[in-house]
């Protein structure tokens, strides 16, 4: 209750200090479901749009959706193009030399390997990751041929069409493909990866990552972000706060 009661204070002073902003753009890619993905109404749609707009009503903020490529995210953020990337993209090291993060709204999720065949060699195999992604990074690390593509729904059809041996992914998004495509199966052992999921800012706006810090804060100890990841499915749960 105190740790809720800090939290609803620091949200009052960061919201007075984020006021002065009319428009809030948040940006993400809309092609990684449940995280975020285009609907047929042509709107972003998935669990951070869901999360993103009780993020900005609870800190009083009239925010708007932008979509962008994976691959230049990061720098378009950096040039102004929107204020904040919430975009299914994990904490690290590396990225946060470049922008500042604000707290984990998902722990960090077990990354897997999908293939064709539950035999194929994860560890010396060709392997297809997004391009820019930790799972990219990872897999180069490791020794592995490393195949990056634009979009996750390219390294799927690598996987299909015989590019390669297998992709590794968040699980949260391979396991719908999984489960749906009874040709792929799991390969090779879960590698967990990265520091959880969090919201990008520029490293310019520190009263804006602590407006979204308090609200993500406040969700997690009422229970409502937990609500929100299961109903999505894309993570384990925080627990109590």
């Not at 975009?87 to 709204?105: C, L, P």
């Not at 035999?119 to 020794?143: L, P």
């Not at 090779?188 to 520091?195: E, F, H, I, M, Y």
Request: charged share 25%; proline share 5%.
């Amino acid at each position: 209750m105190k740790r809720l009661i800090l939290a609803s204070a620091a949200l009052a002073v960061s919201a007075g200090m984020a006021a002065a902003q009319d428009v809030v753009r948040l940006g993400t890619e809309g092609a990684y479901p449940p995280w975020n993905f285009i609907n047929d109404a042509g709107e972003v749609d998935g669990f951070e749009r869901e999360l993103g707009d009780e993020l900005c009503a609870r800190a009083e903020l009239e925010c708007e959706w932008v979509t962008n490529d994976w691959d230049s995210i990061i720098p378009n953020l950096v040039s102004g193009n929107y204020d904040a990337i919430i975009a299914g993209m994990s904490i690290t090291d590396e990225r946060d030399e470049v922008i500042d993060f604000s707290q984990n709204y998902t722990p960090p999720d077990p990354s897997a390997y999908a293939a064709m065949s539950e035999d194929v060699d994860v560890e010396g195999g060709v392997i297809a990751a997004q391009t820019g992604t930790i799972q990219a990074g990872y897999i180069a690390e490791q020794g592995a041929t490393l195949v990056e593509y634009a979009t996750p729904d390219e390294t799927i059809q690598a996987v299909k069409s015989g590019e390669a041996d297998a992709v590794l992914a968040d699980k949260s998004f391979l396991a719908p493909i999984v489960e749906d495509d009874p040709e792929l199966v799991w390969a090779g052992p879960d590698v967990a990866l990265g520091g959880g999921v969090g919201m990008g800012f520029r490293e310019s706006d520190p009263e804006l990552r602590a407006t979204f810090d308090a609200v993500i804060e406040e969700m997690k100890c009422d229970g409502s972000l937990d609500a929100l990841i299961e109903k999505w499915d894309v993570s384990s749960t925080h627990g109590e706060c």
